[in-house]
C-alpha cells in the first residue's frame, strides 16, 4: 500500500517538473508515511477488536436468550406433565372412591362395573405413561444440557407422543366412565 502512495507521490512531483528529489526529503517523507501506515494499522486492529468483541456480546446475549427460553419451555413442559399425572390420578381416585361405595358382588360383571373397570385401567395407562412422559423428558433434557443435540432431538418427539398419549388415555377412561353412568351410548 505504501508503495503505491509514493509512486502516486514521485508522479505528483514529475508533473510539477522536478528532476531531483533530496534523499533527506524522501528519507523524512518515507518515515512519515512508515507512522501513518502503522497508526493506519492500530486504526485497523483496533476496529476489527471492537467489531470481534461486539460479535463475542451479540452471541452472549443470544445464548442467554436462548437458555432463558429452554428453561421457559423447561418448566412449561414439566408443569404439563404433572397436569397429566393429576388428572389421570384425581380421576382413578375418583373412581375408586366411587368403587368402594357401590362394590357388591355382582359389580364386576354387571354393564357399569366393566365400564368402570376399563377407565380405571385407562386412567392408570395414562398415570403410567406420564412418569414414562417425565422420563423422556429428563433424557432429552439431559442431552440438551450437555450439548449433545443430536441425542436430545430424538428424546424429543417420544416426549410429546407419550404426552399426548397419556391425554388420549384420560380422555378414554373418561369414556369409559361416562358410558358406564348411563351418559354414552
Known amino acids: 500500500m ?12 514529475s508533473e510539477q517538473g ?11 517523507y518515507l518515515d512519515n508515511l512508515d507512522r501513518q ?5 492500530d486504526l485497523v486492529v483496533a476496529d476489527f477488536n471492537a467489531k470481534n468483541q461486539s460479535v ?4 452472549k446475549e443470544d445464548r442467554a436468550e436462548w437458555r432463558e427460553l429452554f428453561k421457559a419451555v423447561i418448566s412449561n413442559g414439566q408443569a ?16 375408586l372412591a ?15 362395573g366393566q365400564n368402570i373397570t376399563f377407565s380405571l385401567l385407562f386412567l392408570c395407562i ?9 422420563g423422556f423428558a429428563y433424557l432429552g433434557q439431559h442431552f440438551f444440557t450437555y450439548d449433545n443435540d ?19 388415555a384420560f380422555f378414554v377412561g373418561i369414556g369409559f366412565a361416562c358410558r358406564g353412568f348411563g351418559l354414552l351410548p
Open 80 to 95: 404439563t406433565i404433572r397436569l397429566l399425572a393429576t388428572i389421570n390420578g384425581g380421576a382413578a381416585l375418583a373412581l
Open 37 to 41: 501506515e502503522n497508526h493506519h494499522k
Open 2 to 13: 505504501s508503495i503505491k502512495i509514493l509512486k502516486k507521490e514521485l508522479d505528483k512531483l
Open 98 to 112: 366411587f368403587i368402594g361405595k357401590v362394590w357388591n358382588a355382582d359389580f364386576p360383571s354387571s354393564f357399569m
Open 126 to 134: 395414562g398415570v403410567g405413561i406420564s412418569a414414562l412422559t417425565q
Open 56 to 59: 463475542v456480546e451479540k452471541y
Open 18 to 28: 522536478e528532476t531531483l528529489v533530496s534523499i533527506e526529503a524522501l528519507q523524512n
Open 150 to 168: 443430536k441425542v436430545g432431538s430424538v428424546f424429543q418427539k417420544p416426549t410429546g407422543l407419550l404426552g399426548i398419549s397419556s391425554l388420549v
